[in-house]
């Protein structure tokens, strides 16, 4: 009973939602209605100041009461359904958020005023037989199908149903209908038909207003013709298509073989034969959701036993991924640019950007995964994720832009029954669909720009992770796979490691054991990677090294979750691995050691070999964080070897050349100096060392030259602070400096960083550090030619830059003779050079292949370059280099060394200096000498650039000839 008492509403009807309020206020106060007082302006009692509230909460309150009024004039019984209204909190909602959000159902129910009742409890319904009880008259069978439409919708809006089940009903909605289409139709005595529902209809995600897809598939019975069979079937499903259209939708049958142009029915054998011979990819695409829904259910069944199989083959064939790329970029290209940014089905992170990147993922790993043959985007989403072939936080992002996208879809459909995927282009319409969604003001922003920017947010994610995931090269080379190849028996596996060149198929399969055996995500994830990676593991120098190093890295890694999430995402980083992993011994070790350097490979930026400043500030800082000197050299050496594998990471894919690696890797050893001498100084004398030390860089190290393999060369030099006693200040300096040595020589298995100070005063017969004085009066008295030589490669390695400076100043006359060199001194260096030649050559070894000491190697390059800057670089001061290379120039610029001849002898020096780093980077230990055959030689090649498919006895012939023509200058400039 109503209560007649007036009741008072929280705010104004404009301010509740109400657009017109002197429009509403005579609806409201209409006698059909009887729910406010103009005069008073109150509502006419309690019950109806709840129905007011109600109203005012749902997308378009005055298209709700206008809805409310026509229901009300139209039913029965006004006072009984307003009364229920008063009192039921359910039908309150559901029935005004009906009348709010949709016109076209508000038409359906002044036309049907009694079909309020359905909203009152929401009681399960048997949808089938409601649609067969309206017999054989469209009209009738409209109106209960409507009557349907009407009991999901009011689930729907009142959030009863989340959006996956309401496409789910609307599908079950669209088979019983199609059923009830089909009996209605009439018996055809000689033929089975059966339905297959095909896109939305047939993945059960089918929207309020859509284009039923369906395919018809029919069979004779008994002793019936096939002709005369089909010709019935034909006109049933003709028939079954018009009462469609007249009661809801229109039946779409152009997925059919040949589309329009092929028979509207076929028998199941034509089906066949025609997906096996004719079919393309974006058929097997569509037969993804293919689901029997009505007629002949068993045949329907038959169908899919039949042709489901031949859909799991489609990424078979050739150029497969990039047919499918292609015809999502034609629909994007078809969409006209005035209604592209409305577009919330075809445009830019739109539904179809989900839809085809979940559809490709599971026609290519679908093959050999049952679980992803899913018709329903979301199942098979989750599946993807499940079985990690999509990231958790991906398919996580994607499927709630989906629901997003999708819930909006729904909402624009259901406001006049129409099929649209446009949003309004009006703020008016714009507010509508926020408000139908559910959508409420921030603080900041009104509710239109609310849904704008959530709008914004979802299609920018979807986009992105789009062009992540349908076009990661990594499904390109997963569909190139052979289906066989993705689920092979242990006996077939080896066969197939066998025929990738692996030369161990067993050790390689008992690899692939250990990483996907299991029911763990990792293993999942392993076992959607391996298949693409054995690919590029076979185009490597070394498979089997390849994959034992992959192996070791995964497990190295096994509790990190960025490692197998970024080989899956970042194709360049799978790509990068496999080639390094492959081809490199060296690198291998570093990245078990530090396999976190294995985020590098996402950028090539991050391969870039940092600046020395930037090093020795961050060595620096890793030894004040660490008073405890053994702590400090672990830091150190973690510091080392993450740069290590940062410089041969891009040396192996050619980001840097030889010289760049050259002084990369002597920026990282002279800052390793720096930082070991600051460990022993920290440790020996906290407050501060009596003697200021420099450590001077020799040799390679000197040059900026350095080698994977080479040893440091340097000079240990120290001055007295001020007021130190010089002895005390010596034996403080010697001290630092023997600490610095043993640490860095203790135990590792990093590569190791061997300091050599042979070439001081005296050699290992003096002192290992001398006080600059003791420099200056030794090479003022003693120096010999060898000596000033080898000063030419003198430069600032660690320690005290000043001091440094200060020694570089004092030994300039040296190695820069003001007058040259006199002709006993050229002899004696010949002498030297000659002695070299046949004294330090290994035994065995090839003096045509051999890279340091062969004819034309780098100390054949190196002591003419030498020679020639003890002769001129007095007088020619761009010759005070040294670096091997800037010297090479210099003298080409300053006529001293023709530029055919420079650029002979830089290009032997390059390759041999090439030759000597990809040694050690394929073998993980220094050798000069060049493999003469096998599979070292072929690696050795491979890194230098040399094609899979090049015999690498062509490496060796182009060696040889750089370095004869290199010979015969050294012989006519040095010999001379």
């Known amino acids: 009973m109503r209560q007649r008492a007036g009741g008072r509403i929280p705010a104004s009807l404009v301010r509740l939602g109400f657009g017109n309020s002197e429009q509403i206020g005579a609806l409201l106060a209409n006698p059909a209605l009887d729910l406010w007082d103009p005069d008073t302006q109150q509502t006419t009692d309690i019950g109806a100041a709840d129905i007011l509230v109600a109203l005012g909460r749902v997308a378009d309150p005055g298209l709700a009461v206008l809805g409310l009024c026509r229901l009300a004039e139209a039913a029965t019984d006004r006072l009984e359904l307003l009364d229920t209204l008063r ?478 999430r970024l080989l899956r995402d970042d194709a360049k980083v799978a790509d990068r691995l496999t080639r390094l992993l492959g081809a490199s011994r060296y690198l291998t070790d570093l990245l078990v050691r530090d396999p976190e350097a294995l985020q590098l490979l996402s950028d090539a930026e991050l391969l870039a070999p940092r600046p020395p400043e930037l090093l020795r500030a961050a060595l620096r800082g890793a030894v004040a964080r660490n008073s405890e000197p053994s702590a400090a050299i672990a830091a150190i050496r973690a510091a080392r070897r993450h740069e290590l594998a940062r410089i041969a990471s891009a040396d192996l894919l050619d980001l840097i050349d030889v010289a760049e690696a050259g002084d990369a890797l002597s920026s990282v050893a002279a800052t390793t100096l720096d930082a070991a001498l600051d460990a022993a100084t920290r440790a020996l004398h906290p407050e501060g060392a009596p003697a200021r030390i420099a450590v001077i860089s020799m040799g390679r190290l000197g040059g900026g030259e350095l080698g994977y393999g080479s040893d440091v060369d340097v000079m240990f030099c120290y001055q007295p602070t001020a007021g130190a006693d010089e002895h005390a200040a010596g034996v403080a300096a010697t001290a630092i400096v023997e600490l610095a040595r043993q640490l860095l020589a203790s135990p590792a298995p990093d590569p190791p960083l061997t300091i050599d100070a042979a070439l001081r005063p005296e050699g290992r017969n003096g002192p290992l550090v001398r006080s600059l004085a003791s420099y200056a009066a030794y090479y003022s008295r003693w120096s010999s ?104 120039r210099a003298l080409a610029e300053g006529k001293l060394l023709a530029e055919d001849d420079a650029a002979a002898l830089e290009a032997a020096w390059r390759l041999a200096s090439r030759a000597r780093n990809a040694i050690m980077l394929v073998r993980g230990r220094a050798d000069d000498q060049l493999p003469r055959y096998g599979r070292t030689l072929d690696a050795v090649a491979r890194v230098l650039g040399y094609p899979p498919d090049r015999d690498p006895g062509q490496f060796l012939d182009d060696y040889r000839r750089a370095t004869r023509r290199a010979r015969r200058v050294i012989e006519r400039v040095f010999y001379a």
């Open 785 to 888: 030619t060898w000596e000033a030589q080898a000063l030419l490669r003198a430069s600032a390695a660690a320690g005290d830059a000043a001091l440094a400076a200060e020694f570089l100043a004092m030994i300039e006359p040296v190695r820069y003779p003001a007058r040259g060199l006199p002709p006993a001194a050229v002899t004696e260096i010949r002498r030297m050079k000659a002695r070299v030649d046949a004294e330090r050559l290994p035994r065995g070894a090839d003096p045509a292949t051999h890279t340091k000491l062969g004819r034309g190697g780098v100390a054949d390059v190196e002591w003419t370059v030498q020679l020639l800057q003890l002769q001129h670089a007095a007088e020619h001061p761009p010759l005070r280099t040294p670096s091997t290379l800037q010297a090479l």
């Open 87 to 564: 009192e039921n909190t359910g039908l309150r909602r559901r029935l005004l958020g009906v009348l709010g959000a949709s016109s076209a159902l508000a038409d359906h129910l002044a036309a049907n005023p009694e079909d309020w009742r359905l909203l009152t409890t929401l009681e399960p319904r048997d949808v089938a037989a409601a649609l067969q009880a309206a017999g054989g008259d469209p009209a009738a069978l409209r109106t209960a199908y409507r009557r349907e439409l009407l009991c999901i919708a009011a689930r729907d809006l009142t959030g009863l149903l989340d959006v996956a089940d309401t496409a789910a009903e609307l599908a079950d909605l669209a088979a019983a209908t199609l059923q009830a289409a089909l009996v209605a139709a009439g018996p055809e005595p000689s033929c089975r038909l059966a339905v297959i529902g095909m896109g939305k209809c047939g993945g059960r995600e089918l929207n309020y207003v859509s284009d039923v897809d369906v395919i018809f598939v029919a069979e004779p019975i008994g002793e019936a013709a096939e002709t005369s069979a089909l010709a019935a079937a034909t006109r049933l499903a003709s028939a079954m298509m018009r009462i469609c259209a007249e009661v809801a939708w229109p039946v779409d049958a152009a997925l059919r073989p040949e589309g329009k142009n092929g028979p509207l029915v076929r028998t199941l054998a034509s089906h066949e034969a025609y997906y096996r011979r004719w079919a393309r990819t974006w058929e097997f695409q569509a037969l993804l959701k293919a689901r029997p829904v009505a007629g002949d259910l068993d045949l329907g069944r038959r169908y899919l036993q039949t042709i489901a199989p031949l859909v799991w083959t489609a990424a078979d064939g050739e150029h497969f991924v990039t047919d499918v790329q292609a015809m999502r970029r034609r629909v994007e290209e078809s969409l006209p640019g005035r209604v592209a940014d409305r577009e919330l089905k075809l445009g830019r992170g739109g539904l179809r950007d989900v839809e085809f990147a979940v559809q490709l993922l599971q026609l290519v790993h679908g093959r050999a995964d049952e679980t992803l043959r899913s018709g329903s985007t979301l199942e098979a989403l989750e599946a993807l994720a499940e079985g990690g072939y999509v990231g958790r936080d991906d398919a996580a992002g994607l499927a709630e832009a989906y629901r997003f996208l999708r819930t909006a879809e729904h909402r624009l459909q259901l406001q006049r029954l129409r099929r649209t995927h446009l949003l309004p282009d009006d703020v008016a319409g714009l507010r509508w669909l926020a408000r139908a969604m559910g959508i409420t003001p921030d603080p900041r922003r009104d509710v239109v720009a609310t849904f704008a920017a959530e709008l914004a947010g979802y299609t920018r994610e979807v986009r992105r992770l789009h062009e992540k995931l349908f076009y990661r090269p990594l499904l390109a080379a997963a569909a190139s796979l052979p289906t066989e190849d993705l689920r092979l028996t242990a006996a077939a596996a080896k066969t197939r490691l066998t025929a990738l060149g692996f030369a161990d198929p067993d050790g390689a399969l008992r690899h692939l054991t250990a990483l996907t055996d299991g029911v763990s995500r990792r293993a999942a994830i392993q076992r959607t990677l391996l298949p693409a990676l054995l690919g590029s593991f076979a185009d490597a120098p070394d498979p089997d090294a390849g994959l034992l190093g992959y192996r070791q890295v995964s497990e190295a890694l096994q509790g990190t979750p960025w490692y197998l």
